[in-house]
């Protein structure tokens, strides 16, 4: 398959290249994320790239949220989470 634009930096303004499903732990997450999709609604509980958690409230199905975290942390309520890099 070609790809037009391999031969350009990726950079944080550009699109996600890859994405993996998500399972709310106390672990680090397998990649640091650049957005979290939110498949089904409720509360996301993340720690953030450079430390600190914070708890998003409400977040609505279908959410795209552009943060950069570490963890999605076990008392989330939101499910079927997607990480996007």
Request: glycine share 10%; hydrophobic share 45%; charged share 10%.
């Amino acid at each position: 398959m070609t790809d037009t634009y391999a031969e350009f930096a990726t950079s944080l303004v550009a699109p996600p290249a890859g994405a993996f499903v998500v399972t709310p732990s106390s672990g680090d997450l397998a990649q640091v994320t650049r957005a979290l999709y939110v498949g089904s609604a409720g509360d996301l509980h993340v720690q953030m790239l450079w430390g600190g958690t914070i708890v998003f409230a409400n977040v609505a199905a279908g959410s795209l949220l552009p943060i950069r975290c570490s963890k999605v942390l076990p008392t989330t309520t939101a499910q079927s989470i997607v990480g996007l890099y």
